[in-house]
């Protein structure tokens, strides 16, 4: 079991997948730097977390096929 993310961390996840889905991937390395350019956070430790969970989901919404 891994830790459980705040509310806001998947809220503003989700909102970044909706708008620009097509520019995150699987990689982790690969969606620290987009999230970078498309909204930059001055903390590296909120950062890392939704950029980890952007990771997740996108692992989710490719293994569902959607």
């Known amino acids: 079991m891994g830790a459980i993310k705040t509310s806001e961390v998947k ?17 982790f390395e690969d969606n620290k730097k987009v999230l970078h350019e498309i909204k930059p956070i001055k903390s590296k430790k909120v950062r890392n977390v939704v950029a980890g ?5 996108m692992k989710q919404i490719q293994k569902s096929g959607i």
């Open 11 to 27: 809220n503003l996840a989700e909102d970044l997948i909706r708008e620009h889905g097509d520019r995150f991937s699987e990689s």
């Open 53 to 57: 969970y952007l990771t997740t989901r």
